[in-house]
């Protein structure tokens, strides 16, 4: 509004399934306004809906851009105006000449027309706006924070590869854009690549798969028109650590800012203590969910910036735990229900693009399903989410909202289940109600099961699925029976406590031979039997025994994927083995979270295994918040807050301390208000101090076994 902008949000109107769901956004413009004439500027280019990834095949689609705008106007003399988008439009190229969401940007300064949206700018060889013709009957008001910058990182250092590269080093992995300061000779062309990682001999390295080929390099262009100039992208963000600057006139690190994007959510939750590699493990998991709540849950903020349900599912505790990512949730569940299948079957990526549609289709056809399909872990996102935001804020509201979507998708597990016969070939009692058919992921990125950072074989993901889809399919079954019974639909909770416990009884009996032993001898395996409480009780002493035997042949490093890892430590407290669940936690050899943070790891990884043994870095992203997941446990068991009741209306306050901790702090912002914990241990005497909010309880247990009940307050123990 006359050259000024009235808010810093980025990447409006957000990503969601236009044809469904589009958000509007409101400004309070009145500041900006001025006597006489006005002037609305926007500058509209390619986003989420038009770019590399969601246009297969087609880097450079080129489609209409279009604007939709009313201004309302309240006069003192209680009248008002509306102005409204109308052919009185003048619209004109601008200096972006391309841009990417994904690929990036190329700018060119010479074509900038100054105060082109400033009263008094001569409009005249600009053209007028052609109406599109299109009814909105999709657009709602934006809930949730919008993209905005949340931080900036300078440069640490520039060197010089052995190729001779300049590479500007920014000392964090993080998902942003630069801030250029630049005076170069007009038409002087500086490129900057930006990429996560340098190969084993500083040399630049682009380490997005099968980039080179989709022309995907994460690359900003920038032509000088000879002026001072302080350069930002505008239509695309990148994942990076690092930037090489291709340009034929001196440079300097100074000169380089990295301003981080993220949506705006509200931070709830600090964590702090005596041993640093697990601090820099928490802040890693920090930069990465900084780095991937954008928008919508990304899985990663440079190669395919998708919203996966799986990576999501796992982490979504965490996420609340460390910021207010209810309302960021809700609207990408809302997406999720526009992109439900008739059949019941949830997408793997919410929102569905080009891309992850056609994925999908040939899932159908190497599958031979000829309706649409949901993976076990990912399609269950539908049930898992929400029910872990009910858990930690006690708002029954998003349950309400989506438990059409949640019983459609305990629909289609149960339809799939009875229709194909798994390829275990139970008797039929038993294989109906053991979902593991179709295409599936199984645990995905099983440390030893992969190779350059990727799964084996397909054979080995399906394989994985024999044990994984049953207990992610009888979760989401046992959530559907607790969320109907919260709700009060009585004929539903019957019906699907009923399928869950059959699918219980189906799992006891096709999935856990006589000694313990599970149908593939992984660790994940054992871990989801234990966690979930699925073993009888004659077999659940062989089935602990068999997860500490893989566990020791491992060396006690990690060999869970994506949807046991979550699991894993809690799995090892319920068989009183505490003591090795810190030794996973603590391991610094590879696979483990802490061989990461030995490595120099600014964020989580996507694989454990990222560099091979000559230290080159594989095809993988090392900005994937998924493994992450491990903080909701360290919260839970090294501070020791939890709840015992949804939104933490109840409170327990156990920590249970190790020797490598002298000191823990944490502090937690609840429904209610903010939970704190500070302990420490100084020559073998356990101090506590905790602050309770107001209007709940807590129950606070002393590592040797003492409890007090206590109110709102703050209190102290030794």
């Known amino acids: 509004m006359n050259g000024m902008r009235p808010d810093d949000r980025e990447f409006a109107p957000e990503f969601t399934v236009y044809s469904k769901y589009l958000c509007y956004q409101t400004y309070d413009v009145t500041p900006f306004l001025r006597e006489g004439g006005n002037v609305i500027g926007m500058l509209v280019g390619d986003g989420w809906y038009d770019s590399a990834n969601f246009k297969p095949r087609s880097r450079k689609f080129k489609a209409e851009h279009s604007v939709l705008f009313q201004i309302k106007i309240d006069y003192e003399d209680g009248t008002s105006e509306m102005v409204l988008s109308d052919d009185t439009v003048k619209v004109s190229e601008s200096p972006i000449r391309s841009s990417d969401l994904f690929a990036g940007e190329l700018y060119d300064a010479r074509m900038e027309q100054e105060n082109w949206n400033c009263c008094g700018f001569d409009d005249s060889s600009w053209k007028t706006g052609i109406p599109c013709g299109k009814i909105y009957v999709n657009l709602v008001a934006q809930y949730g924070e919008p993209v905005r910058p949340v931080k900036e990182v300078p440069a640490v250092g520039m060197t010089v590869s052995p190729k001779g590269e300049t590479i500007i080093d920014f000392g964090q992995n993080l998902a942003g854009v630069l801030r250029v300061k630049s005076k170069l000779p007009a038409g002087t062309k500086m490129v900057l690549d930006h990429f996560e990682t340098l190969d084993q001999y500083g040399n630049y390295f682009n380490n997005i798969f099968m980039s080179e080929k989709t022309g995907h390099k994460q690359s900003d262009i920038y032509i000088s028109n000879g002026k001072f100039t302080e350069y930002i992208p505008h239509f695309t963000y990148h994942g990076f650590r690092y930037v090489r600057v291709t340009c034929d006139q001196p440079v300097s690190p100074e000169d380089f800012t990295a301003i981080v994007l993220s949506s705006d959510n509200e931070d709830l939750g600090t964590f702090e203590t005596s041993n640093e590699d697990i601090n820099r493990l928490y802040e890693n998991t920090r930069w990465s969910q900084r780095s991937n709540l954008f928008s919508i849950p990304t899985d990663c903020p440079q190669r395919e910036k998708g919203g996966w349900t799986g990576d999501i599912q796992i982490y979504a505790r965490t996420a609340m735990l460390n910021e207010n990512v209810t309302p960021f949730l809700t609207r990408w569940l809302r997406n999720m229900t526009f992109s439900q299948q008739k059949n019941g079957a949830i997408p793997n990526v919410i929102p569905l693009t080009g891309i992850y549609e056609l994925l999908e289709k040939l899932n159908r056809i190497v599958y031979r399903n000829f309706e649409p399909v949901g993976e076990a872990g990912w399609g269950d996102a539908a049930c898992i989410v929400p029910w872990s935001m009910y858990q930690l804020t006690g708002n029954i509201r998003i349950l309400r909202e989506q438990y059409d979507t949640m019983k459609k998708w305990c629909d289609y597990i149960i339809n799939t289940a009875k229709k194909r016969r798994g390829k275990m070939k139970h008797p039929k009692e038993i294989d109906q109600y053991l979902w593991n058919t179709g295409h599936q992921y199984g645990e995905w990125l099983i440390p030893s099961q992969t190779v350059d950072g990727a799964d084996q074989s397909a054979a080995k993901l399906i394989n994985t699925s024999t044990y994984c889809a049953p207990i992610f399919g009888w979760n989401s079954c046992r959530i559907m029976a607790d969320t109907a019974a919260l709700l009060g639909h009585t004929s539903d909770e019957l019906y699907y406590d009923d399928i869950a416990s059959r699918m219980k009884s189906a799992i006891q009996k096709g999935l856990i031979d006589d000694d313990g032993k599970m149908p593939l001898d992984f660790m994940g395996s054992y871990v989801l039997a234990i966690a979930f409480d699925l073993a009888p009780e004659r077999k659940k002493k ?177």
């Not at 061989?595 to 993988?620: C, F, H, L, R």
């Not at 944490?666 to 356990?686: H, L, N």
């Open 542 to 718: 062989s089935i602990a025994g068999h997860l500490i035997r893989k566990i020791e042949e491992n060396g006690d490093c990690l060999d869970t994927g994506f949807l046991t890892t979550p699991y894993l430590l809690d799995a090892l407290c319920k068989i009183g083995r505490m003591d090795k669940a810190y030794k996973i936690l603590l391991q610094t050899k590879c696979p483990s979270w802490l061989y990461e943070v030995k490595q120099g790891a600014t964020t989580i990884w996507e694989n454990y295994i990222s560099y091979k043994e000559d230290g080159s870095p594989v095809m993988t992203s090392l900005n994937h918040y998924a493994f992450g997941c491990v903080d909701d446990w360290m919260f839970r068991k090294i501070s020791g807050i939890d709840m015992a009741a949804p939104g933490f209306k109840e409170i327990v306050i156990a920590p249970e301390p190790d020797n490598a901790f002298t000191s823990v702090k944490r502090t937690y912002i609840s429904e209610y208000g903010e939970i704190a914990v500070r302990w420490s241990m100084d020559e073998g005497k356990f101090k506590l101090k905790v602050k309770i909010p107001c209007n709940t309880t807590a129950v606070v247990k002393m590592p040797d076994g003492r409890l007090y009940k206590v109110g709102s307050g703050m209190y102290q123990f030794e």
